[in-house]
């Protein structure tokens, strides 16, 4: 595949660009639109844009991990998020539990987040594993 | 923390798929954690039965929000009933597909979504409100996409196509349903549906809502006319697969059209008369389909919508003696049509196919494993005292006491055809002659295998034969189970007050 130097160029810059603004997102999702879906949509979309311009095998080479790999990481962070408040506190499952004291930049840290974070490498693992199996078979 | 047991059968299987995705390509890791894992959902599944035996209806809150708001998970009789049918055809058929699917197949996930599967179907049991119950068909319709085009052969894809359309068409009803139902309460929660439905004026709008659930739920039930995606399909995938699907997805569907026609649409005779003319046609229209099959697997398949129809009248007659014959038979249906499609697998292996014209002379070269396969077949007769006799007396008797004497017609018309077509495959498959058939090469005949691996097909097919025996011999005892069952379901205050009224 033939591709230009300027996107091979700005791919290098839109890939941090694109994952700090995934993570924004994925952050965002707490009180107003955005979250791990979405979020983790973006970070797709980075690795997707960068595999365009530099070819799929420096991609592959950059997430160490083949991105199926995140499905049941994701999963088990989720699904932990649910399981907390059962183990800890004898309440019901995906009872949302929340600090007290708001951290910085982030606001109140709650399980909410980590069912969010689970989300997000869900989305992320999925969206990659399907765009890089159809593009090695095309 | 028991009031948390109703979910332990949910985390359980969620655990063991994740668990699986870690190990995606450790095939052999696979085969015996997923074994392993249903064997303690079963455990569990026992647990959780004997829990509501003794002490009724459990509810809890998913989130800890309060009831019409948030998600309640409810466990009566019916629901932990199914959950524990749905834990032992698990187990039954997680250890088939390590003997019987290939492993080109395993290998793109055939057992996570296995478990995502049962997750599933564990979930549409145990929950209580109309909109979790759709995504949970969702979950369910998503993993059985998987299982049924795992592989891509051709005729899979075929039949793939047919099914997803069908399926998907259901699932946007039932969605429309769940709108229109909303739209008239303001509520999900099925508990506080049956109380504010009952409230409202325009019974018309009422009964176009309900039509509109029986016909989602009706397609995934496979009742007439919209039942051909069936037949059309589940003779195309991997047998383990055939066998999990004949077994339990479609009595997702009965299950949802029992639980919505006896709690939410209820005293309705309108409906009632709907259902029943469903369930005459659905008996006749199934049986006589599969007298003119000659795959072993269509065969079944037909006979699966014939025997839908029983349930779909029980709960059409609607008396506590009917709702107790149709619980009985979902009890029975269940673990035989599983088993059926087992043996249709077996059956596969010995001989090479599945084409009853083609088979034969299996009883005179395998005679032990013919008479295990002999009390799958005939249970589902129901010649006595083989379990499906039992259930069928209640619902001849109910549609007796009713008066409605074309239901008592179709169903003994129904019997007798499913003896005529067991009968007749008995005969062509294990008693007739058999002819030599051409050797397959690369084919792992039944007769090349290991002890090893034969016991992967007859432990789970005796397993479950052990279990039909049971219904049968011990009816008395299911009897008792679906009489329960029915009295929950008719007085459904109990399970109203269940869910509205926390004991705390």
């Not at chain 2, 996930?109 to 296995?114: E, H």
């Not at chain 2, 059985?144 to 009803?173: D, H, P, R, W």
Request: with cysteine; charged share 10%; glycine share 10%.
């Amino acid at each position: 595949m033939r591709t230009t130097i300027i996107l091979k160029t700005a791919s290098n810059y839109l890939l941090p660009v694109l994952l700090v603004f995934s993570i924004f997102i994925l952050l965002r999702g707490h009180y107003l639109p955005g979250g791990g879906f979405v979020g983790g949509l973006i970070a797709s979309i980075a690795f997707i844009l960068h595999s365009f311009a530099n070819g799929l095998n420096k991609t592959k080479e950059l997430l160490i991990v083949h991105p199926g790999f995140l499905l049941p990481i994701g999963l088990a962070i989720a699904f932990m998020s649910g399981l907390a408040p059962v183990v800890l506190f004898d309440l019901p499952f995906m009872t949302g539990l929340w600090s007290h004291d708001p951290v910085a930049i982030l606001g109140s840290v709650g399980s909410a987040l980590f069912f969010d974070i689970g989300v997000y490498l869900v989305v992320n693992g999925v969206t990659l594993t399907i765009i890089f199996t159809i593009s090695e078979s095309a | 923390m028991t009031q948390q047991l109703i979910l332990y059968p949910l985390f359980l299987q969620m655990a063991i798929s994740i668990i699986l995705m870690f190990g995606w390509s450790r095939i052999g890791f696979q085969k015996v954690f997923s074994v392993f894992g249903s064997i303690l959902s079963v455990g569990l599944a026992v647990w959780l039965f004997s829990y509501i035996w003794t002490n009724g209806t459990q509810t809890i809150q998913a989130g800890n929000w309060e009831a019409p708001f948030g998600i309640t998970f409810v466990a009566d009789m019916l629901s932990v009933t199914l959950v524990l049918l749905t834990a032992i055809s698990g187990l039954a058929v997680s250890i088939f597909s390590g003997g019987s699917v290939l492993k080109d197949r395993l290998r793109f996930g055939y057992f996570p979504i296995l478990h995502f599967l049962l997750l599933g179907l564990n979930g549409a049991f145990l929950t209580g409100d109309i909109f979790n119950l759709y995504v949970w068909f969702e979950i369910i319709i998503i993993s059985s996409f998987v299982l049924i085009t795992i592989g891509g052969e051709k005729a899979q894809l075929e039949g793939a196509v047919k099914y997803f359309t069908l399926n998907i068409l259901a699932s946007m009803i039932f969605l429309t349903a769940i709108a229109v139902l909303y739209g008239i309460t303001g509520s999900l929660n099925m508990a506080d549906l049956a109380q504010q439905v009952a409230l409202v004026e325009n019974r018309g709008l009422v009964q176009i809502t309900a039509l509109l659930f029986l016909i989602g739920f009706g397609i995934k039930a496979g009742v007439f006319p919209l039942y051909f995606w069936l037949p059309a399909s589940y003779h195309t995938p991997p047998f383990a697969v055939s066998a999990i699907f004949g077994g339990l997805l479609t009595k997702v569907g009965v299950y949802a059209l029992i639980r919505v026609f006896t709690l939410i649409f209820v005293n309705d005779p309108f409906l009632n008369n709907i259902i029943l003319i469903i369930a005459i046609l659905t008996l006749i229209s199934g049986g006589i389909g599969a007298l003119v099959q000659n795959n072993m697997r269509k065969v079944f398949s037909y006979l699966i919508i014939c025997h839908i129809g029983y349930m779909i009248a029980g709960i059409g007659m609607f008396t506590e003696m009917a709702i107790a014959g149709a619980v009985f038979y979902l009890v029975h249906d269940i673990i035989v049509k599983t088993n059926l499609f087992m043996v249709s697998g077996v059956v596969y292996r010995i001989k090479g196919t599945n084409s009853i014209r083609d088979l034969g002379g299996i009883y005179a070269n395998w005679p032990r494993v013919s008479l295990l396969l002999f009390i799958p077949l005939f249970s589902l007769v129901g010649i006595p005292p083989l379990s499906g006799f039992w259930p069928k007396i209640n619902l001849i008797k109910a549609g007796f006491a009713g008066g409605s004497y074309i239901t008592v017609g179709a169903i003994i018309f129904a019997s007798f055809i499913t003896l005529v077509i067991i009968a007749k495959l008995w005969a062509e498959v294990f008693w007739k002659e058999g002819k030599e058939l051409p050797l397959r090469s690369n084919f792992g005949y039944f007769s090349k295998m290991t002890t090893a691996k034969r016991l992967q097909f007859i432990v789970p097919v005796t397993f479950l034969s052990i279990v039909s025996l049971y219904i049968g011999f011990g009816a008395e005892h299911i009897q008792e189970l679906s009489a329960r069952i029915a009295d929950e379901l008719v007085n459904s205050q109990g399970y109203i007050d269940a869910v509205l009224k926390p004991k705390n």
